[in-house]
């Protein structure tokens, strides 16, 4: 599945203030913004009630292929940023969330995380690669129809916060890579931020 057209995408103010990396050429990343990393991801936190106010939210996340790298991890959705389908990193957080679950992002709403990591490369010399990745709590059209790629992901499910806790301490049967549990949790903390109170109020909108 590609994104045919440009879309237009709300941002929050506040974000293209801080990382207005975000709209310029993603060839610009290692050039001028991220000198010091070779890599660059993109991940999104969607819930079911994004748009109404004090309900409860559930987390969309994604069980990895048994033949894919962390064989049957759960995640959100998320991947690389790519020069020859991207134009910026904003093109690759919508691209990314359209490819794996077929919803399409109309806002992004705030930062949850930034992750960083080495990772080296097999075969002569070894090359060694750093990756640095931004998760965004992000609004899309509908949640109503998830369609996965089978080749990266082989199921779905909405997951409340207790199921998210309870997994990172181990308690239950879902799995996480790295810290990414900690992310999710971090999640439920952002989206509270914007949707459980009148902090919404007042903090404005933008596009791109």
Request: proline share 5%.
């Amino acid at each position: 599945m590609n994104l045919t057209t440009k879309q237009e995408i709300e941002i929050s103010p506040h974000l293209l203030s801080k990382y207005p990396f975000l709209i310029h050429p993603l060839s610009s990343l290692p050039t001028t913004h991220y000198p010091t990393y070779t890599d660059f991801g993109v991940g999104a936190y969607i819930f079911t009630t994004t748009h109404q106010q004090n309900s409860n939210p559930y987390l969309l996340l994604l069980h990895r292929s048994p033949t894919d790298s962390y064989p049957l991890h759960w995640e959100s959705p998320g991947g690389g940023a790519d020069l020859s389908l991207d134009d910026t990193l904003l093109r690759a957080l919508c691209r990314e969330v359209l490819e794996e679950t077929g919803l399409q992002v109309t806002k992004v709403v705030d930062l949850v995380a930034v992750d960083e990591w080495n990772k080296t490369l097999p075969g002569v010399g070894q090359r060694e690669k750093k990756v640095i990745k931004w998760g965004f709590l992000v609004e899309t059209a509908s949640v109503e129809e998830v369609m996965l790629n089978p080749e990266e992901h082989c199921a779905f499910k909405w997951v409340d916060e207790g199921e998210v806790k309870a997994a990172v301490n181990e308690a239950s049967g879902m799995k996480f890579i790295g810290d990414q549990g900690r992310n999710l949790v971090r999640a439920f903390e952002v989206y509270r931020r914007w949707y459980t109170s009148s902090e919404e109020e007042g903090k404005g909108k933008d596009t791109c």
